[in-house]
């Protein structure tokens, strides 16, 4: 059998191995025309060192072990000098004949194998060595590895060959030295020798540092001393200052701060401590900055409480419209503080829809009860340190948050609002929300301890005011430690109130156009209310006005169209803030066949949803889109499944129903939605669709359906109801169990409300699609049956 001739490529400063990858330059011609062999032959080259000192090579010049190369791709220059090759190392190859032909060198030989015959268990522990050893000296590594092929060495642990001749080829070794490791055939071996040169190179630039850092020191200490010792003479002598003064003054502020006796003894260590340190020294700043920090957090300061009801009464009116709950909850703290002033502070959340007052609020209680206000915003924090300072063993650690405001409050009662509570935010650096336990359980506050100061703290006289939009994302034992109060959106009369006696005068005074006092007529704020907002607060409704404002203000800069007291109308409503954004109402024009009205509730209030069913021909599957969560999607079947067992009372022909299919959808599918409250909506969506009769545009509905067609109690009725009211819809359908809620509803909204309170489907049914005569002839009678069989079952 012929032996294959393989082409040389000779390399010159470096060794090329096995299972390596790498684009190579070729600038001979006896390369480049050995390559142009091996793209013609298809035969694959081979890599072979040229000895040192063989500038013009013959067959003798060349080490007889080489890499044998697979040609991945290639780029010729356009004038044809260089040629850029990428290869992929193979095999080790063995020469055993070399000469030169044609300008270039060829070979023949055969491969050596380098996969078995060695120790797979000792090779992965040179592994794990080698990599623990690159990874506890990284400047070392940098200095002896090429640190390109050191990445692709990392990828490849798991294969012992390919990481041996990868990391060997990443070494900042000599040809020569490299050659050696090529050689060694026993990965194993060959492990070894790399581990080895490693670690020598480790101990060796350990050892020149230690020594390059001790003849420094012994070198630059005595004019170093020397130096700094002069300056901080002459500084002295300037400002005519010494430290012993210092220290008095330190002892002294220790003495009149009224510390606890534990952070005293704390204090007058640390003074003790900076008697010794040389005053310039870096760690006599760190505790003189601790004592400071001692000194200036208030310990026995405190303001007094104006218990005077009458005055906390006209506060919160003159601030804030509405909000019975929460005024009563702070005039009831006032009554006890005055009956008995002992009574540990409240820690209340307050919980609503963003732009309904939470943060002005809680400025308005710590004004009427006498309480100095300091406010942190705990939106995206997600640092324990935040809440509880760093330990003093790092450098440039300051107290956390807590233990700041404090400072900034000045007294030991303050009112601290913690604004955002629900987005609070973990990571590796701790969880905030576990770090604030401590500081709102009134067990324990009395003895906060914060990271910096590391005493206990009472915080027990703090009055804590917290907000958020949801409670969800709240931990459960977070939660259970304080006191929620439900702050729900404005219904259109407070919020016409609002504008007259809050927003529209402070745009007035902001926009420069209270000296003209226009005047706003009531049917203009209804306006901007009604067609240009929508939302459970009033912060779009505020910018809604100044934006009106300020194109009053450019007429009267520009045109001299208006002059004192003009008169802010609809019409120039519509004209200054163009075309209405919403409609008056959201509800349906007109009655539709399969499409249902519901009530939901969101973050920012309450919100109308519209549940669509069609029908089409097919085998009773069913899609849902809308981007539904799992419970929404079981509100489905088992809707459907309840008026597909129910098809004889329904009426519905069930042959039609298993050749069907069933599409049901929610609208604004970018919105993920969730919840069982639906439920009525969908059967009601879903009847509408298979018997073909419309569902009222104007009802509107909220509920759970069981399988056996009980309707159930769902949350957020106050909400629900408002945003009905906001859309125009003023007929509802409630579960019979939350009547009850009705309570919380302000009167104008009850009052312009129709409400059906309902136990069954079949009552739901009832009302949407039959009259008082069908009702008698055959739905009444099966309703009441199912009624009958409910209870029997219960």
């Given at each position: 059998?012929?032996?294959?001739?393989?082409?040389?490529?000779?390399?010159?400063?470096?060794?090329?191995?096995?299972?390596?990858?790498?684009?190579?330059?070729?600038?001979?011609?006896?390369?480049?025309?050995?390559?142009?062999?091996?793209?013609?032959?298809?035969?694959?080259?081979?890599?072979?060192?040229?000895?040192?000192?063989?500038?013009?090579?013959?067959?003798?010049?060349?080490?007889?072990?080489?890499?044998?190369?697979?040609?991945?791709?290639?780029?010729?220059?356009?004038?044809?000098?260089?040629?850029?090759?990428?290869?992929?190392?193979?095999?080790?190859?063995?020469?055993?004949?070399?000469?030169?032909?044609?300008?270039?060198?060829?070979?023949?030989?055969?491969?050596?194998?380098?996969?078995?015959?060695?120790?797979?268990?000792?090779?992965?522990?040179?592994?794990?060595?080698?990599?623990?050893?690159?990874?506890?000296?990284?400047?070392?590594?940098?200095?002896?590895?090429?640190?390109?092929?050191?990445?692709?060495?990392?990828?490849?642990?798991?294969?012992?060959?390919?990481?041996?001749?990868?990391?060997?080829?990443?070494?900042?070794?000599?040809?020569?030295?490299?050659?050696?490791?090529?050689?060694?055939?026993?990965?194993?071996?060959?492990?070894?020798?790399?581990?080895?040169?490693?670690?020598?190179?480790?101990?060796?630039?350990?050892?020149?540092?230690?020594?390059?850092?001790?003849?420094?020191?012994?070198?630059?200490?005595?004019?170093?001393?020397?130096?700094?010792?002069?300056?901080?003479?002459?500084?002295?002598?300037?400002?005519?200052?010494?430290?012993?003064?210092?220290?008095?003054?330190?002892?002294?502020?220790?003495?009149?701060?009224?510390?606890?006796?534990?952070?005293?003894?704390?204090?007058?260590?640390?003074?003790?401590?900076?008697?010794?340190?040389?005053?310039?020294?870096?760690?006599?700043?760190?505790?003189?900055?601790?004592?400071?920090?001692?000194?200036?957090?208030?310990?026995?300061?405190?303001?007094?409480?104006?218990?005077?009801?009458?005055?906390?009464?006209?506060?919160?009116?003159?601030?804030?419209?509405?909000?019975?709950?929460?005024?009563?909850?702070?005039?009831?703290?006032?009554?006890?503080?005055?009956?008995?002033?002992?009574?540990?502070?409240?820690?209340?959340?307050?919980?609503?829809?963003?732009?309904?007052?939470?943060?002005?609020?809680?400025?308005?209680?710590?004004?009427?009860?006498?309480?100095?206000?300091?406010?942190?915003?705990?939106?995206?924090?997600?640092?324990?340190?935040?809440?509880?300072?760093?330990?003093?063993?790092?450098?440039?650690?300051?107290?956390?948050?807590?233990?700041?405001?404090?400072?900034?409050?000045?007294?030991?009662?303050?009112?601290?609002?913690?604004?955002?509570?629900?987005?609070?935010?973990?990571?590796?650096?701790?969880?905030?929300?576990?770090?604030?336990?401590?500081?709102?359980?009134?067990?324990?506050?009395?003895?906060?301890?914060d990271h910096y100061l590391d005493v206990d703290y009472d915080l027990s006289n703090v009055f804590f005011i917290l907000t958020a939009n949801i409670l969800d994302t709240i931990p459960a034992p977070l939660k259970d430690r304080f006191e929620i109060i439900r702050i729900p959106g404005y219904t259109f009369s407070e919020k016409v109130e609002i504008a007259k006696r809050h927003l529209i005068p402070k745009k007035l005074?902001?926009?420069?156009?209270?000296?003209?006092?226009?005047?706003?007529?009531?049917?203009?704020?209804?306006?901007?209310?009604?067609?240009?907002?929508?939302?459970?607060?009033?912060?779009?409704?505020?910018?809604?006005?100044?934006?009106?404002?300020?194109?009053?203000?450019?007429?009267?800069?520009?045109?001299?169209?208006?002059?004192?007291?003009?008169?802010?109308?609809?019409?120039?409503?519509?004209?200054?803030?163009?075309?209405?954004?919403?409609?008056?109402?959201?509800?349906?024009?007109?009655?539709?066949?399969?499409?249902?009205?519901?009530?939901?509730?969101?973050?920012?209030?309450?919100?109308?949803?519209?549940?669509?069913?069609?029908?089409?021909?097919?085998?009773?599957?069913?899609?849902?889109?809308?981007?539904?969560?799992?419970?929404?999607?079981?509100?489905?079947?088992?809707?459907?499944?309840?008026?597909?067992?129910?098809?004889?009372?329904?009426?519905?022909?069930?042959?039609?129903?298993?050749?069907?299919?069933?599409?049901?959808?929610?609208?604004?599918?970018?919105?993920?939605?969730?919840?069982?409250?639906?439920?009525?909506?969908?059967?009601?969506?879903?009847?509408?669709?298979?018997?073909?009769?419309?569902?009222?545009?104007?009802?509107?509905?909220?509920?759970?359906?069981?399988?056996?067609?009980?309707?159930?109690?769902?949350?957020?009725?106050?909400?629900?109801?408002?945003?009905?009211?906001?859309?125009?819809?003023?007929?509802?359908?409630?579960p019979m169990e939350n009547e009850k809620d009705l309570k919380e509803v302000p009167e104008e909204v009850k009052n312009a409300m129709v409400f059906h309170f309902v136990k069954t489907m079949d009552q739901v049914i009832d009302i949407l699609f039959f009259n008082s005569d069908e009702r008698k002839r055959g739905i009444a009678h099966s309703s009441n049956s199912h009624v009958e069989e409910l209870r029997d079952f219960?």
């Amino acid at each position: 059998m012929e032996q294959l001739i393989y082409p040389v490529l000779v390399r010159e400063k470096n060794v090329f191995f096995p299972y390596v990858e790498e684009d190579i330059l070729l600038e001979r011609d006896y390369n480049k025309k050995a390559f142009e062999y091996a793209v013609e032959s298809g035969i694959e080259p081979v890599f072979l060192l040229m000895k040192e000192g063989a500038f013009f090579p013959s067959p003798t010049d060349f080490y007889l072990i080489g890499t044998k190369a697979k040609i991945l791709n290639s780029l010729t220059e356009s004038g044809g000098e260089n040629t850029l090759i990428s290869v992929k190392g193979v095999s080790l190859f063995n020469v055993k004949q070399i000469e030169e032909r044609d300008g270039f060198f060829v070979c023949v030989g055969e491969d050596l194998d380098i996969k078995d015959g060695y120790d797979v268990v000792k090779a992965l522990e040179y592994i794990n060595e080698i990599k623990k050893l690159i990874k506890r000296n990284p400047n070392v590594a940098r200095n002896i590895l090429i640190i390109k092929h050191l990445d692709k060495a990392s990828r490849k642990t798991s294969n012992p060959v390919a990481f041996a001749n990868n990391i060997a080829y990443a070494l900042k070794i000599s040809p020569e030295e490299k050659q050696i490791l090529l050689e060694t055939v026993n990965t194993e071996f060959k492990l070894k020798k790399i581990y080895d040169y490693i670690k020598e190179k480790v101990r060796t630039f350990k050892y020149e540092k230690d020594l390059d850092k001790r003849v420094r020191k012994n070198i630059e200490e005595g004019q170093r001393k020397f130096f700094l010792n002069e300056k901080l003479k002459a500084i002295k002598e300037e400002l005519g200052y010494t430290g012993e003064n210092e220290i008095e003054k330190l002892k002294e502020d220790v003495k009149n701060a009224g510390l606890s006796e534990e952070a005293f003894k704390k204090a007058m260590e640390e003074i003790k401590r900076l008697e010794t340190m040389n005053p310039a020294s870096a760690e006599a700043s760190v505790a003189r900055t601790y004592v400071q920090w001692l000194i200036d957090v208030p310990w026995k300061k405190r303001t007094r409480d104006n218990l005077n009801i009458p005055r906390a009464r006209k506060i919160l009116d003159r601030d804030h419209y509405g909000l019975k709950e929460v005024k009563e909850r702070i005039i009831e703290f006032l009554a006890v503080r005055k009956l008995n002033r002992t009574k540990r502070n409240p820690i209340i959340c307050f919980v609503g829809p963003p732009g309904v007052g939470k943060t002005s609020l809680a400025k308005a209680i710590a004004e009427s009860i006498g309480r100095r206000f300091v406010r942190m915003s705990l939106g995206g924090v997600r640092d324990e340190a935040e809440i509880r300072g760093h330990r003093r063993t790092y450098i440039g650690a300051i107290p956390g948050r807590i233990i700041y405001l404090m400072k900034k409050a000045g007294t030991v009662n303050p009112l601290m609002l913690l604004d955002e509570i629900d987005k609070l935010s973990s990571d590796f650096r701790g969880d905030p929300s576990s770090a604030l336990l401590e500081a709102l359980d009134p067990e324990q506050n009395a003895h906060f301890v914060d990271h910096y100061l590391d005493v206990d703290y009472d915080l027990s006289n703090v009055f804590f005011i917290l907000t958020a939009n949801i409670l969800d994302t709240i931990p459960a034992p977070l939660k259970d430690r304080f006191e929620i109060i439900r702050i729900p959106g404005y219904t259109f009369s407070e919020k016409v109130e609002i504008a007259k006696r809050h927003l529209i005068p402070k745009k007035l005074k902001e926009t420069g156009l209270k000296r003209f006092s226009p005047v706003f007529k009531e049917d203009a704020i209804e306006v901007i209310i009604e067609k240009y907002t929508r939302e459970a607060g009033v912060r779009t409704l505020e910018r809604t006005i100044e934006k009106l404002l300020r194109k009053c203000a450019v007429d009267i800069v520009e045109k001299k169209r208006f002059s004192k007291d003009f008169v802010i109308t609809e019409d120039l409503v519509y004209e200054k803030l163009g075309i209405p954004v919403f409609k008056v109402s959201i509800a349906e024009e007109k009655p539709q066949v399969g499409v249902a009205t519901g009530l939901a509730w969101t973050p920012a209030g309450g919100d109308v949803l519209f549940i669509e069913v069609m029908t089409m021909p097919g085998n009773e599957r069913i899609d849902i889109t809308g981007q539904l969560g799992d419970v929404m999607k079981e509100s489905v079947k088992a809707a459907f499944s309840f008026i597909k067992a129910n098809y004889k009372r329904f009426g519905i022909n069930i042959e039609k129903v298993k050749n069907t299919d069933i599409h049901v959808h929610i609208p604004e599918g970018a919105i993920p939605k969730d919840g069982p409250s639906a439920g009525i909506t969908i059967a009601s969506a879903i009847f509408s669709a298979l018997t073909g009769k419309q569902v009222p545009n104007r009802i509107a509905m909220t509920g759970e359906i069981t399988l056996r067609g009980r309707v159930l109690p769902v949350g957020g009725i106050k909400e629900k109801l408002l945003a009905a009211h906001r859309a125009g819809i003023f007929e509802i359908i409630l579960p019979m169990e939350n009547e009850k809620d009705l309570k919380e509803v302000p009167e104008e909204v009850k009052n312009a409300m129709v409400f059906h309170f309902v136990k069954t489907m079949d009552q739901v049914i009832d009302i949407l699609f039959f009259n008082s005569d069908e009702r008698k002839r055959g739905i009444a009678h099966s309703s009441n049956s199912h009624v009958e069989e409910l209870r029997d079952f219960e």
